[in-house]
Each structure stands twice: as C-alpha cells, then as structure tokens.
C-alpha cells in the first residue's frame, strides 16, 4: 500500500492546493459538510492552520441543503464566487433544492464533492467502510447535469489548481451559476510533485453592453409610445438608480413582478407594485427587464399590437424548456449597461414627445395618489394580525438599512423598502428552506448588517430550523427570523381552490394537505438553542415585541424568533 510520508519533509496533498486555488480565486467561506471523503480536507485545513496558508474560512453546517442557502446569502452580499463541499452522492442528493433556487439565480457557486474512493485495495485512501460500495454512483454529476453549467472529476492529483481555475471562470461567466467538481479521495489525498504556491485566477468576464441599433430601436418606441410599461424582477443595486432615472424622466410606470430585489426605491413616483393588471392589458409598450415570467399569459396579456422587449444578460431564458412571451426585441446585456445606453438614446428624441409624457405623467401621478390611499386601508391594524399589517410594522421596525430576507409572507406592497441592495426574495424557482439560510449567509458575508428573515410557517420548517439555529448559535450569527405563521401552507390552499373552488376539494376549504395545525410552538424551540423567542397573537402587542427581538439581536448579539399568529 502506497504511504504518504509523515513529518515535516512531507510533499503537499491535493486538498491543500484545493483549498489555496480556492482562495485565490476569491472564495471567502468552505461551508461545508463532511464524511468519508473529507479526512484530505481536514488535514489541509489542519496544516493551513499550522503554516498560516491562505484559505476560506470552514463554516460547517449540518445539512447540505442549507449550507447551499447560506452560499446563496453570501453570494447576495458579496457577489464574490461561493463554495459549499459535501458528501459523496448522498450529501449531492441533499443540495439539490437550493442548487436548483441558486441557479436559477444565477450565483457562481463552486459546489463539491468527494467520491467514493475509486479502488477497492491498495492505494492510500482505498476504499475503508461498507458504504464505499454502496455510495458510488456510475455518473455522480448526472443527477445534477440539469442545472449546473459545468462539471469535473479530479483524475490527477496535479491537476486540481486548473480545476478550480476552470471551475470559477466558467461559474463566474455570465449568466452566471453553478458548477460541480467530483473530488475522490485518492488524488485528492495524494502528493503534489510541487510545493503549493498561489494561483494567478484568469479575470471575470465584465457585463456585456447593448447593441447599438437595438438601443435606438428602443429608444424610438420609447419616444412614441403612448401607454408603455417597464415589467422587471431582478435588478443589481448599481442598476436601480439608472432604472429610477430613466423611469423618471420618461413617466414609464414600472411594476415588479414576482421581485427578488429591489429594483425602485418604493417611494418612486413610477413604481406602481407586484401586479401589472390595468398597466399591462392597456399598455403599447412593455419593456420586459430581465424578468422571466413578467406576467401571467392564463391570466393575462398586453394588447396584440403592443409592443414587447426584453433586455437581459439572458433574454431569452434559455435554459428554461418553455417560455412563449411575445418578443419584438430582444436586448443581450447587463441591465445596467442596456438601461444606461438607453437614458442616453432617448434623451434627444424626447423633444416631440414632452406633451405627450407630461400628459402621461398627470395620470399616473393620480393614480398613484389612489394606489397609495389603497395601501393604507389595507394595512390597517384589524382585530387579528393581518400579513399586510405585520409587513408594514416590519418595515416601520427594521429601519432602512436593515436586509431583509423574504421567503414568500412578506407583502412587499406593504413593506417600503428605499434603498437597493435591502431585500431579497426567494428565487423564481421556489424551492422552500431557501430563507433561514440565505439569512444566515448574508449575516456571515455582511457582519455590521442587521439581517432579518421572514418566513411562512411551512418555509421555515423547510430549512430544517433546528440546524438553522445551530448554525446561527455556532457560528456568532444574529438574525431576526419572523414566522408567519398562519398554522398552514396559504398557497396549496389557494391553489386548490382555484381551480376546485366547486369541487369536493373546495367543500374542505381546500384545507386537506395543506393544514398544518396544530403548528408546534416555534419560539420554545428556538429557546431551547439559545435564541431570543417570543410568540405574538394580538396585532397592539407586535410593535414593542418586534422593537424587543430587534434589541436582542442589534445590542444582545442574540439570535431572536418572533413567532407572530397571523391567519390567512
Ligand atoms: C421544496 C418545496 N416543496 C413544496 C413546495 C410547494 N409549496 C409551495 S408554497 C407551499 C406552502 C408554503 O407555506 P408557508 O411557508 O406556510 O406559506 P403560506 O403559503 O402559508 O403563505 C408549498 C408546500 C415548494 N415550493 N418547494
């Protein structure tokens, strides 16, 4: 049997590379979880320790699908490429949700795994426990092929330093996303024939910028339209200000629908909420910006005759099997680059059409004194604690700078938020137990912010809240999580009464599968792993008690939990 030799003289381990390549690629955190295929890792981590080698900082988390979460978090604050390792096939199995959520967000995550080791007898690190048999799959990455962009298995211990390289360039390469290195444990244990130096990373792509003539096509539509519509659901922070602008000069309305971030500061005259309704069935123009679903075609359309662009990195959404909007331009680039083009393309055509934007401006300016009063009588205090009301609390508690992490309750109508870069919204995938640890990941990439996630009561227990608590206590990361807890799943419910309201489906209320009553109490949980918890039922009571948690958290450095009672 091949033995690596022992003591100071001993040549450097694949792991070891792997874990510098990483960090020199800007890999800030190894979240990880461990099994038989880590003991390279946990001796590369170990003599880093000892040589004060340049590495990521492990975060163990014990379970895969939330340590993807938290990758996810730290991607949202840092835009920095992400790693997550775990084990072997059955811990792959186990990201496969939030790998799902994550690439469909586009976040560069560099996920890897060890493999069963490859030979029965004979090598170090040969295969050493039953389930080194059992676990070995005949095409490990085949169970993720649908939604990483790229994937590896190390074949030679030397080669793993291009690994990585190859592996962030191509996770870095917008769009951007997931990719999957395969990782045995005999190379990744093996001798280097050269000492471990740093890495030189190849560069990121930049944003691409807009074709020209499909800019002035635009801006012309831009300068004609009558009625046009701006449908967004993710923009970049250094994007929302040019949006603001643009929006703002033209009277372009602009509606987020189904939003993950924010991309108009709430207060803006022209942002006109989550549903385009009357804005998209009346509109002659609708620019769709990187949105991919900007309106719901069943239910309903812009005018046969209106038209449609779509501006993104991706318009085209093509990793999507099918998508049918109507198109009459598309524009490939960052949004910001394309929304910046554009600000300049249209200025100069505006001359002509000043009457007509003034006029457009009187009207969305009245309408939007009739949608604001709207909002207000909606979120009033009523006699139990309605979700509209509990968001505008939030949003009166939390403060501007707070980042809020929104797993589906949250009613962003209701919960004004001015500055970009403040909220983030589960994915366009849906894959619930995102929330808990995205929140735990940006809290751990942004320290000073003062992280709050809002969860439905079925969204919570998704993330397997004990380990999200576990990790929150193990690893110093106060958060705020808020349970809307309406002992249900609302969605399922409403889903099935859409469409069997008269059925026997709708006799149950639509309650069968998707009653979770009676909901275990979530705050004695979360005391028991050290958070600060408290339950609210009584819509008078949730002010102090969301100043309380807040207090716990910003001046106690605790974790805290409001379980707050809100039926709907
Ligand atoms: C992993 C996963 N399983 C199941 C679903 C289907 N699903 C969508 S919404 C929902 C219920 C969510 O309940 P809760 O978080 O309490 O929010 P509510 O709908 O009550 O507002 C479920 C089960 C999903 N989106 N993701």
């Known amino acids: 049997m091949a033995v690596i030799p022992s003591g100071r003289e001993r040549p450097a381990i694949a792991a070891e590379a792997f874990l510098r390549a990483l960090a020199d690629h800007g890999v800030d955190y190894f979240f990880c979880n461990p099994g038989t295929d880590f003991p390279p890792i946990v001796e590369a981590f170990g003599r880093a320790k000892k040589t004060n080698a340049k590495v990521p900082k492990p975060i163990l988390v014990p379970h895969e699908n939330l340590a993807v979460g938290m990758a996810h978090g730290a991607y949202l604050m840092t835009g920095r490429p ?238 999507y099997p099918m998508r049918s909007f109507p198109s009459d331009l598309s524009v490939q680039a960052g949004s910001r680059n394309a929304l910046a083009a554009l600000t300049a393309a249209v200025e100069p055509r505006l001359q002509m059409a000043e009457a007509r934007i003034a006029a457009r401006r009187a009207r969305l300016t009245e309408r939007m004194r009739t949608r604001r009063a709207q909002l207000l009588k909606d979120s009033a205090a009523g006699a139990a604690i309605s979700p509209e009301y509990l968001s505008r609390v939030i949003g009166e508690a939390v403060g501007e700078d707070a980042i809020i992490v929104n797993e589906y309750p949250l009613r962003p109508d209701h919960c004004p938020r001015e500055k970009p870069g403040t909220l983030f919204a589960l994915g366009p995938a849906g894959g619930l137990g995102w929330g808990f640890g995205a929140a735990l990941g940006a809290k751990l990439a942004a320290p000073d912010a003062f992280v709050v996630a809002t969860l439905g009561d079925g969204a919570y227990m998704f993330a397997n809240p004990m380990v999200g608590h576990w990790v929150a206590a193990k690893h110093g990361l106060p958060i705020l999580t808020i349970v809307f807890n309406n002992s249900r799943y609302g969605a399922v419910r409403r889903s099935t009464l859409a469409m069997f309201k008269d059925g026997a489906a709708g006799e149950g209320d639509g309650r069968l599968l998707a009653d979770l009553d009676p909901a275990p109490p979530y705050e004695a949980m979360a005391q028991a792993q050290g958070a600060y918890a408290d339950r609210v039922e009584k819509p008078a009571d949730l002010p102090d008690a969301l100043a309380r948690a807040k207090q716990a958290v910003v001046s106690g450095k605790r974790q805290a939990l409001l379980n707050v009672i809100t039926p709907y």
């Open 82 to 319: 992400q790693a997550v390792m775990v084990h072997v096939s059955v811990g792959t199995a186990n990201t496969i949700n939030n790998l799902i959520n994550l690439a469909r967000d586009r976040v560069p995550l560099l996920l890897a795994a060890g493999r069963t080791p490859i030979t029965e007898k004979g090598s170090f690190g040969s295969r050493s426990r039953p389930i080194h048999w059992a676990q070995e799959m005949f095409d490990q990455a085949g169970m993720l092929r649908e939604v990483v962009k790229w994937d590896y298995e190390l074949r030679q211990p030397g080669q793993i330093g291009d690994m990585v390289s190859r592996a962030a360039e191509v996770a870095m390469a917008h769009p951007r996303g997931p990719v999957y290195l395969v990782l045995p444990r005999e190379p990744l244990s093996a001798p280097l024939a050269e000492p471990v130096g740093p890495m030189r990373p190849r560069p990121h792509a930049a944003q691409t910028h807009p074709d020209p003539a499909a800019i002035a096509t635009l801006a012309e539509w831009i300068a004609a339209a009558e009625r046009p519509l701006i449908v967004a659901a993710t923009l970049s922070a250094d994007a929302v200000p040019v949006l603001a602008h643009l929006a703002e000069r033209c009277a372009i309305p602009v509606v987020t629908h189904n939003p993950r971030t924010v991309c108009l500061p709430s207060s803006h005259p022209m942002h006109f909420g989550f549903e385009p309704g009357a804005l998209l069935t009346d509109a002659d123009l609708v620019i769709v910006l990187d949105a991919d679903v900007p309106w719901i075609p069943h239910l309903q359309h812009p005018p046969a005759a209106c038209r449609v662009a779509h501006i993104g990195e991706d318009p085209f959404f093509v990793r």
